[in-house]
């Protein structure tokens, strides 16, 4: 994300539009993403509930995954799912920077 | 046409609010401004003004109030002295950083303890940082036209910034004095429609306030309020400007009176300026090369013009009618700092003065002059930093 310089900003810090907290990205504090394994979900849409970020990609009733531009990497999601199934776990970020 | 009428300061801040008839005021009282709103509250009353008057229970709740209102796009205005203005403290950046253009008359009182009710420039000295423009008035006359001005300076295109109109407590607050007044209609056409720059209050636009700001904005919004401020100054001439030409009345950033020739100089703000020129008047008699520069404009400080009034000047006495304890007076700080990079320097020694209301009278002012004086004599500078009329063991 670039950031904007002192004349591109709204003056004394204004907020010009509504609902814009969308853009703000906080993926950027992530140190270990979660990881579906999709052949052992049960589609039981309980990460999707406790996710603190709401940020469970749900299609069609299905996760999907989760949006990485807004998951802080707390692991709920991996703790909640159900003990028997286990099918996401937490895997380190470098990982994925290569 | 102006009319001439005898009046005390409270009275004609309140009047000249009365004739600026603002949206929304906050009143808190504290002596010596609690006359303003005083006055001020029976011209609501009376239906004089169409203001909603907010009477609160702190001055920290009148300036949030003040910031509220005018955030939601109203014309704004307020007064208060001393510890109401200590108390405000916390509000005031919030005001200046959210671009909130709130005129406030600040009628200068001393910071208890231990406490006092008169006159010093403790209260709005300590505000000085906070990102509001200051003007100062040497007398009631200077007052009724800054706060004019300043309803006009604080809204221009790209200032967007609160000012605070100083005048000195009681000397000037308490003090009838006749006073040329303009039209209602007159101020009125000179203040203008008030336009609000992003109101709360246009639901087609909405906006929002007061949002957190972290490491990686608060900066740029900070130097967005410098920036505003110290562009200010052309604006304020150009409303200074724009008052002359409407009333003839001139103002500028400072006001140098008898600078021309002189050798030796007083720097002053507020009423002590009045009580110089009247001692400068007294020495040019007796071929004294003397001058008074009132600074009018403190926030922003006019360095540059500061630098070129004081260039041929030999020796120079900075009042300051309040100290930065552990340093010297905040004026005589920033005039020093400005004549760093003068091409010649003149001798700068700094008086602290008039705390507390102490009077400053023509024999003080006269052996400062006395003393400017016997420095350029003796070819070097007297001590800096001196407490006048200070008793104490020598």
Same mark, same amino acid.
């Given at each position: ?5 002192? %004349? ?30 999709? %052949? ?8 999707? !509930? ?18 990485? /531009? ?9 703790? %909640?799912? &159900? &003990?028997? !199934? /286990?099918?996401?776990?937490? %895997? ?7 | ?23 929304? +005021?906050?009143?808190? $009282? ?18 004089? @003004?169409?203001?909603?008057? @907010? ?20 014309? +704004? ?28 008359? #600040? ?35 200077? =007052?009724?036209?800054? *706060?004019?001005? =300043? ?13 605070? #109109? ?12 006749? +006073? ?18 992003? $109101? ?5 636009? $909405? #906006? ?30 150009? +409303? ?56 009018? #404009?403190?926030?922003?400080? $006019? =360095? ?30 920033? *005039?020093?700092? =400005? ?56």
């Amino acid at each position: 994300m670039t950031l904007k310089n002192k %004349e591109e900003l709204p003056l004394g810090g204004l907020i010009e539009e509504a609902g814009n907290a969308a853009e703000y990205e906080t993926g950027g504090w992530r140190t270990f993403r979660p990881v579906w394994d999709f %052949e052992k979900c049960i589609q039981c849409l309980t990460c999707w !509930i406790y996710c603190p970020d709401s940020c469970i990609i749900v299609e069609d009733e299905k996760v999907k995954g989760a949006d990485l /531009r807004f998951c802080k990497g707390c692991g709920v999601c991996a703790n %909640e799912c &159900p &003990p028997k !199934i /286990r099918a996401i776990t937490m %895997e380190e970020e470098v990982k994925f920077k290569k | 046409m102006a009319k001439r009428e005898s009046m005390t300061g409270n009275q004609v801040v309140a009047e000249c609010m009365r004739q600026i008839n603002p949206d929304v +005021v906050a009143a808190y $009282p504290i002596t010596p401004s609690t006359e303003v709103m005083q006055i001020f509250a029976q011209s609501v009353a009376d239906g004089l @003004v169409d203001t909603e008057l @907010v009477t609160v229970e702190s001055e920290h709740s009148a300036m949030s109030a003040c910031i509220g209102a005018s955030a939601a796009g109203g014309r +704004v205005m307020t007064a208060t002295s001393a510890c109401g203005l200590a108390l405000m403290w916390e509000l005031l950046p919030v005001a200046s950083a959210l671009r909130l253009p709130i005129v406030m008359t #600040v009628v200068n009182r001393a910071l208890s303890a231990p406490i006092n009710i008169h006159c010093d420039h403790s209260d709005s000295m300590g505000c000085r940082d906070a990102g509001w423009i200051q003007l100062y008035s040497e007398n009631a006359q200077e =007052a009724y036209h800054n *706060i004019i001005q =300043a309803a006009k300076i604080c809204n221009r295109e790209g200032v967007w910034l609160p000012v605070m #109109v100083c005048v000195d407590g009681f000397i000037i607050s308490h003090s009838i004095e006749s +006073v040329e007044m303009l039209e209602d209609d007159e101020v009125q056409r000179f203040v203008g429609e008030f336009k609000p720059r992003k $109101p709360l209050l246009d639901v087609d636009n $909405p #906006v929002t306030y007061g949002a957190l700001d972290l490491q990686d904005y608060y900066m740029e919004h900070k130097k967005q309020v410098d920036d505003a401020i110290q562009s200010s100054k052309s604006e304020i001439l150009k +409303v200074a400007e724009e008052f002359k030409k409407e009333f003839g009345y001139e103002y500028g950033l400072i006001d140098s009176y008898m600078m021309e020739d002189a050798e030796v100089a007083i720097v002053a703000l507020n009423s002590t300026a009045g009580t110089s020129k009247y001692v400068v008047n007294m020495l040019r008699q007796e071929g004294i090369k003397a001058g008074v520069l009132k600074i009018r #404009v403190f926030r922003p400080f $006019p =360095a540059d013009e500061i630098r070129e009034a004081l260039k041929n000047v030999k020796a120079v006495a900075v009042l300051d009618r309040s100290s930065s304890y552990g340093t010297a007076g905040p004026l005589f700080l920033d *005039i020093r700092s =400005a004549m760093y990079e003068a091409d010649s320097k003149p001798f700068i020694t700094n008086y602290i003065y008039g705390l507390g209301g102490r009077d400053i009278g023509i024999d003080e002012l006269r052996s400062i002059y006395e003393g400017l004086i016997s420095s350029i004599k003796e070819g070097k500078p007297a001590r800096t930093y001196n407490w006048i009329g200070v008793r104490e063991k020598v």
